[in-house]
């Protein structure tokens, strides 16, 4: 079988191979503790779920426009104007199958050959995977654990060239949990200004945080007009099963996003969207609920992995992953996770899965229970003490 040359740039998202991995050892009868994967392990809220059903029953089962249903589009108006201190309207918005989805469109329609594409190391793995299936260049920004898990803006300014065509931001981070706050997006803001390209903000766990406010790059001034916020549902409704998310653009994009919808996906499921517009509308106790339990897990498994010799873990500021300081134990990372699946029983991914600055780090999700996260921490641990 002879592929396109594209398809050997293509990357992938080891949590599914991680996944993978732990089923087939589920399958001999193993146990394994699963904290490879990230999404919350919370049930979608109730009335969020019957608003999807009976958009089934109230016929929302045809095609619908490729820029999502208009009052989907409103609600997502309304919600980022308000949450980001921004003015935006329908015609910004581009309701998808999740997330990921705004990633690919965006790079598609800015990127290829010759441009540069600036991403955080580490950081998720399909922004650099897309900029490659294009044809650009990635040009790392490394996420370092001694600023918290953020980049100093003077980093960021180093790697700007004529050649660099779009910058990746992501906060709250996946897979460290930093954070950018209102000072260091002012910061990014001054080094981008003068500079011509476009910026990606991954904005996906902007409701999963535990102190501090979320502020995003678009309300900087000047910047609006060539930002594109990703945002969804996935993450803050637990509804990663839906898929369902979206991107604001600046109105002069629009037209080429809406034709890459067509082209890739025709339209995003109808019920599903409608089960977005009462997830907008509707209570938000569930999301308050679920981030304080959440918390309550990020404290539990950070004060365990820190009790362990040889591991040290900073407190994440947001979204819902440990990225703890594994050199230590004296392995290279891909070797540990493995042979913490292996041996110990638990699903978890080497931080280089994330990029080259991800060596010496393991990722955990603790969007899992209390007695699950005990069980990992207790295997690790025995696992760590024949390492040391
Ligand atoms: C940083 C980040 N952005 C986007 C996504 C994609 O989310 P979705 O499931 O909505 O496609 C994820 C999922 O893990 C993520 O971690």
Redesign the pocket.
């Known amino acids: 079988m002879k592929l396109a040359d594209r398809m050997s740039r293509i990357g992938t998202e080891s949590a599914f191979d991680v996944l993978a991995r732990a089923r087939a050892l589920e399958a001999e009868g193993r146990d394994i503790v699963h904290l490879q994967i ?1 999404e919350p392990d919370f049930d979608t809220p109730a009335h969020v779920t019957e608003a999807g059903i009976q958009a089934l029953r109230d016929g929302y089962t045809h095609y619908v426009p490729a820029l999502g249903i208009p009052a989907l589009r409103d609600v997502i108006a309304d919600y980022i104007s308000k949450t980001r201190g921004i003015s935006v309207g329908r015609q910004n918005v581009c309701v998808a199958p ?3 989805p705004i990633m690919f469109w965006t790079i598609m329609a800015l990127c290829q050959e010759g441009d540069e594409v600036i991403v955080p190391d580490p950081s ?1 793995p399909i922004y650099e995977s897309m900029a490659r299936v294009v044809g650009a260049k990635v040009v790392p920004l490394p996420i370092l654990e001694e600023r918290n898990f953020t980049f100093a803006a003077e980093d960021l300014a180093a790697r700007l060239t004529p050649r660099t065509k779009l910058v990746v931001l ?1 906060s709250p981070a ?1 897979p460290t949990g930093g954070m950018l706050d209102k000072t260091d997006i002012e910061a990014v803001a001054d080094v981008l200004r003068d500079h011509d390209c476009y910026i990606l903000s ?1 904005e ?1 766990y902007s409701r999963i945080l535990y102190s501090g406010e979320h502020y995003s790059v678009a309300a900087e001034p000047d910047l609006l007009d060539r930002t594109i916020i ?1 945002d ?1 549902f ?1 993450k803050t409704y637990a509804m ?1 099963g839906w898929r369902l ?1 979206y991107g604001i653009f600046p109105e002069d994009l629009m037209p080429h996003i809406d034709r890459l919808a067509v082209n890739s996906v025709s339209c995003t499921n109808a019920a599903t969207q409608m089960a977005g517009i009462a997830a907008l509308t509707g209570p938000q106790d569930c999301v308050e609920r679920m981030v304080e339990e959440i918390e309550r897990r990020r404290d539990y498994i950070v004060d365990g992995l820190n009790a362990i010799p040889g591991i040290t873990c900073q407190k994440p500021l947001g979204a819902f992953y440990v990225f703890p300081n594994v050199t230590g134990l004296g392995l290279p990372s891909k070797v540990l996770a493995d042979r913490i699946l292996a041996e110990a029983g638990v699903a978890l991914l080497s931080g280089t899965a994330f990029g080259g600055y991800g060596e010496g780090y393991l990722r955990l999700s603790y969007a899992n229970s209390i007695p699950n996260i005990q069980k990992a921490l207790d295997r690790i641990a025995a696992l760590a003490k024949t390492l040391n």
Request: aromatic residues 8%; charged residues 15%.
């Open positions: 990230g999740g997330g990921k998720y992501n996946n991954d996906i990703l969804g996935s990663t998310g």
